[in-house]
Each structure stands twice: as structure tokens, then as C-alpha cells.
């Protein structure tokens, strides 16, 4: 996609009402757009993994990993966001 500034966003906790629909409007009152999205349950958990365009986000990649951390300590779930390259980089073979 060009010109996009993908992160990666992944959500990992116990299943429950409400996830996708809080860690979704964070993103969205920030301008961030959700490009994919892909999710599993494993017995009762819940891993998420989604990518994102930042490039017209209103905050910078630290803001938001702050705001995304703050939605998962609200819903007992961990929120991490990086930086696509940074994902990449860590998951090399």
C-alpha cells in the first residue's frame, strides 16, 4: 500500500465481550485505519493480531501504544503496537 505507515497490533487475554470493539475504537479515535484483521480463540483466550495505517494517525506510535495500553489494562487484556519494520525485523528467519 503505498504511502502507508503500517504497525502491527496484537491483543492477547482472556476472551470477553467488548475487545475488539475497545482495542477498534481506540484506533479509530486516533485516525488510524485497520487494513487486516485476524483472530483466534484458544479455549477460553483470545489472540489477535491486526495491521494498521498510520499515516494519518493524529498521535505519533508512542502516544498510541500508551492509549492501546491503557485500553488493555482497562480490559484485563496486553496490547502491544509496533512499528511494521520493527515486526519484520524481530521475526526474521
Known sequence: ???AKRIIVTVLGRDQVG??????GVLAAHNVNILDI???ILQEF???IMICDISRA???LGTLKAR??????E???RIDAQH??????????
Open 75 to 77: 480490559l484485563g487484556v
Open 68 to 73: 492501546l495500553e491503557e485500553k488493555g489494562a
Open 58 to 60: 493524529t498521535v505519533d
Open 1 to 3: 500500500m503505498e504511502g
Open 19 to 24: 475487545i475488539i470493539a475497545g482495542v477498534a
Open 84 to 93: 511494521e519494520d520493527a515486526f519484520v525485523y524481530m521475526h526474521r528467519i
Open 38 to 40: 485476524s483472530q483466534t
Open 46 to 48: 483470545l489472540a489477535m
